[in-house]
């Protein structure tokens, strides 16, 4: 009765979800469950990265009871997804430590990224080098969360992104040089040094923040293939 993307479970090697295109998922008939693109199930080591995710529920980490896990979430473009994007979800019986880490988020009326409120508590949430396109807070934290590291974010309602050149006929990628995103990153290159469509990182004096790394000439030239955007609204 609850449609999801992708349920990974590692087995004791890693889990990897890479390059995908998910979206739309069609919302349950059981309203007390929604639908998401990506919940990791069960402790262990997972990377979610460079995903296009639309249209549903995004990402779910469920922190709750797995303890020892380690999320990478990084190099993402997620639009028309949540509320909210990104949902952490603790429990009693297990700490859990997330890295999300460059991507661009589309939701102009919900947080980004929430940890939900549940008794239980989050080891570490790191939150750094993202484009967070809200009109309200950028990172709800509604349960415990040991050590909340977020900086390097650029937060801009709807308006302000669009009038800077991101918009969703270039899959929210910047337009120029002197973008908001170009060059106001931090370094975090012992993970990944590559961006959602493969370019280095940096391509200019520092990290750009968000899911892409800016090139002359733009970086929207190459979304995955038979993507269509819907207009985000309001």
């Known amino acids: ?9 590692d087995g004791g090697g890693g889990v990897l979800v890479l390059g995908n295109n998910i979206g739309p998922i069609i919302p349950s008939f059981d309203s007390t469950c929604h639908e998401n693109a990506i919940e990791p199930l069960y402790s262990g080591h997972y990377t979610i990265a460079s995903n296009y995710i639309h249209d549903t529920y995004a990402i779910t980490i469920y922190i ?22 990104i949902s952490i979800d603790p429990s009693s019986s297990g ?3 997330n890295y999300i880490w460059n991507n661009t988020i589309i939701c102009p009326t919900s ?17 750094r080098n993202n484009h967070f396109v809200t009109g309200v807070t950028a990172i709800q934290v509604q349960a415990t969360v040991t050590t909340l590291v977020a900086d390097h974010n650029l937060t801009n309602t709807l308006a302000q992104a669009t009038s800077a050149g991101y918009t969703a006929a270039n899959l929210w990628a910047p337009t ?24 280095r990182r940096p391509r200019g004096f520092a990290w750009d923040i ?12 190459s979304p995955p293939p038979n993507l269509h955007v819907i207009a985000v609204g309001p």
């Open 95 to 97: 700490l859990g430590t």
């Open 176 to 199: 120029s040089s002197s973008s908001p995103t170009v060059d106001h990153g931090v370094r975090e290159s012992s993970l990944f040094i590559t961006d959602i469509l493969g370019m």
């Open 64 to 85: 709750g009871g797995f303890d020892k896990t380690t999320e990478y979430v990084y190099n993402n473009l997620i639009w028309n997804s949540g509320p909210p994007a």
């Open 210 to 221: 968000g899911a892409y790394e800016y090139t002359t000439g733009g970086t929207s030239m």
């Open 111 to 127: 947080y980004p990224i929430r940890v939900v409120p549940k008794v239980g508590e989050v080891g570490m949430l790191e939150v």
């Open 1 to 9: 009765n609850c449609s999801n993307g992708v349920l990974p479970m």
